[in-house]
């Protein structure tokens, strides 16, 4: 995997720098940069359409985002979908087997962002004043080879739809996909999920949850589920982790690997938090 650390001047700036990094191939490597099928940025809205071409240059991942805006009721946000291709002059939302659209909440104004990337998926956390913002696209980690599903595509944000909300709401709605909701898989038939339960943050146990007698807090996969029950998939760079005594932006390192902790928006409970794994 690849990571940026930056700062984004705004919500269109923002598009600017996921693009330029996830189509380089000196930041991705070779054959594992994305090509951009399309990008538009003649009007104040703009639009980025993206295929991946998964760990060995073979796979079509389709992803789209489009920026959206309303300067008198203050938001400026993004809205991504999944596709099973790209048709050129189609309409974003009537592109090849289009999902519905899950959004993050942005602004005008600079915004840190982190950004880890590899051919199968895209993840970004961006911070907006002292709220946190988490994103993906592309493919999870599925439990299942290949050939039984062959096309797992995740689109994960913090609210469903696209809402003309600003980042400063505190709506139950407005909250991380790693929880369950606010995401959409397509399945195996073709149709897109979009409510699952996700372990641990749908377990009681997860509330008191803490670091161990030596100071290191455990870090679990995020693991999506349903009643039935079926497990589907796990991440690949977000986890869970303990909110007891830590906060957001706090760094460690575990096994040799790099990580980042966030919060879910603006929610500081002790099972509100989670790691990025950079590298």
Known sequence: ?????????????????????????????????????????????????????GLAGTDAIYCGIRTYQDATQDYYNWAFRGFI?????DPFASQPGASGEEAILLWDQPMSYWLVADGQHITLV?????????MFLGFPKPYATPGQYPYPLLIGGMYNGAPGLRWSDTGGAHTMFLRGSNLTLRFIDGTWLTSF?????????SS?????????????????????PNEYAELQDLFFIPGFGNAAENT?????KNYVVFQDAFRTADNSYFALRLD
């Open 85 to 89: 291709g790209y048709v050129p002059g």
């Open 1 to 53: 995997m690849a990571y940026e650390i930056g700062t984004a001047t705004g919500h269109n700036d923002l598009l600017a720098k996921l693009h330029a990094f996830v189509t380089s191939t000196v930041n991705m490597g070779a054959g594992q940069e994305w090509v951009a099928e399309n990008y538009d940025t003649g009007s104040v809205n703009n639009e980025l359409i993206l295929r991946g071409q």
């Open 197 to 205: 339960s996700a372990y641990p943050y749908s377990m009681a146990i």
């Open 252 to 256: 460690f390192t575990a096994s040799g």
């Open 126 to 134: 961006v911070k907006v004043s002292t709220v946190f913002q988490v």
């Open 208 to 228: 008191s949850m803490r670091e161990t007698f030596t100071g290191e807090y455990p870090i679990l996969p995020v693991v999506f589920y349903d009643g039935t």
